[in-house]
């Protein structure tokens, strides 16, 4: 897993943005983007580890994104944002499989190896072969 992160912040600055990682942060805090600072925010100590990957692809799809999502954003604009992030993290993902020659031809399989959450099962699934 040391490797993919290691990709995944490399991947960061290879587009303009920088990293802070929190080892010491509460197991409960997610990690986040902030677009001002072109920084994303990794808490390594995160509740479920086998996530940290999707977490952190997802947080700099915010940044490639161009994602501002303020707290009094209207729900469906707070999901486009997410949804936008989820595509970006599962595009980075696949591009470092590509990178690192690994083959993984079914997209559950793919989902499950990089920690992606179960409730995007079906958006792997759909952009698989896209």
């Known amino acids: 897993m040391d490797d993919l992160i290691t990709y995944l912040l490399n991947y960061a600055f290879d587009h303009g943005y920088g990293s802070e990682i929190l080892n010491d942060a ?6 986040v983007a902030s677009p001002e600072l072109k920084l ?3 808490n390594l100590n995160w509740c ?3 996530e940290i990957p999707f977490q952190i692809a997802h947080e700099i799809g915010h940044l490639l994104s161009g994602d501002v999502c303020q707290q009094n954003d209207l729900y469906h ?11 970006q993290a599962i595009k980075i993902l696949r591009q470092y499989c590509q990178d690192c020659a690994i083959e993984i031809t079914n997209p559950l399989v793919f989902a499950q190896q990089f920690g992606i959450p179960y409730r995007l099962y079906n958006l792997v699934e759909a952009k698989w072969s896209a």
């Open 40 to 42: 994303v925010f990794i």
């Open 26 to 31: 509460p197991a409960d805090w997610p990690s």
């Open 48 to 50: 479920r580890p086998r």
């Open 77 to 87: 604009l707070q999901l486009q944002v997410e949804n936008r992030a989820d595509l």
